[in-house]
T-cell receptor, first 113, second 113 residues
Framework: NAGVTQTPKFQVLKTGQSMTLQCAQD?????MSWYRQDPGMGLRLIHY???????DQGEVPNGYNVSRSTTEDFPLRLLSAAPSQTSVYFC????????????FGPGTRLLVL | GNSVTQMEGPVTLSEEAFLTINCTYT??????LFWYVQYPGEGLQLLLK?????DKGSNKGFEATYRKETTSFHLEKGSVQVSDSAVYFC????????????FGGGTRLMVKP
């Protein structure tokens, strides 16, 4: 049981490039989400999904796209990278109801030049 | 809207000192409250949680009590260890957005031998 996995661990992009951050979980969790972590600001929700085929926007969705074609995978796409998207990105998953614990991946550190 | 405010760090303590990290929240309804911990270079891990007023969450010597009257969820530990050095995040879960979390800004704790 690997839990929540994320790839890559670290990525450098040039402004305007696109890329996909991968996230997968093997716990059969319905809820998955993406957060970005910036110094002094905690984690902010980008997008989330309550099940396969269902996604919704979080607090800071602009510049990001998601899809959920399977229960296991929840990729995050940067359409045209900007320096403001330099951050650490965490994927998380949870079983169901809002009292449940969320499990976080190890993170992807992204640098946009 | 929902928000979480926690004391800014860094907090520097000597080993075996008493720890308090303050956390207050603003939320509609009855959120669940969490403390997550992030060790250097790692993702977030759930430390403890409380799902209703007057509940006390506890784990690894840490405790926090859900105080609805003061909208607080302060984290305490009676005797900290060097291994407790990490960043601590207070968070609440919103029913409206499934199981998605609103985080405070994080408090860095440094424990010196």
């Amino acid at each position: 049981n690997a839990g929540v996995t994320q790839t890559p661990k670290f990525q450098v992009l040039k402004t305007g490039q696109s890329m996909t951050l991968q996230c997968a979980q093997d716990m059969n969790h319905e809820y998955m989400s993406w957060y970005r972590q910036d110094p002094g600001m905690g984690l902010r929700l980008i997008h989330y999904s309550v099940g396969a085929g269902i996604t919704d926007q979080g607090e800071v969705p602009n510049g990001y796209n998601v899809s959920r074609s399977t229960t296991e995978d929840f990729p995050l796409r940067l359409l045209s990278a900007a320096p403001s998207q330099t951050s650490v990105y965490f994927c998380a998953s949870s079983l169901a109801a809002y009292q449940e614990t969320q499990y976080f991946g190890p993170g992807t550190r992204l640098l946009v030049l | 809207g929902n928000s979480v405010t926690q004391m800014e760090g860094p907090v520097t303590l000597s080993e075996e000192a008493f720890l308090t990290i303050n956390c207050t929240y603003t939320a509609t309804g009855y959120p669940s409250l969490f403390w997550y911990v992030q060790y250097p270079g790692e993702g977030l891990q759930l430390l403890l949680k409380a799902t209703k007023a007057d509940d006390k969450g506890s784990n690894k010597g840490f405790e926090a009590t859900y105080r609805k009257e003061t909208t607080s969820f302060h984290l305490e530990k009676g005797s900290v260890q060097v291994s407790d050095s990490a960043v601590y995040f207070c968070a609440l879960a919103r029913m409206k957005a499934g199981n998605m979390l609103t985080f405070g800004g994080g408090t860095r704790l440094m424990v010196k031998p």
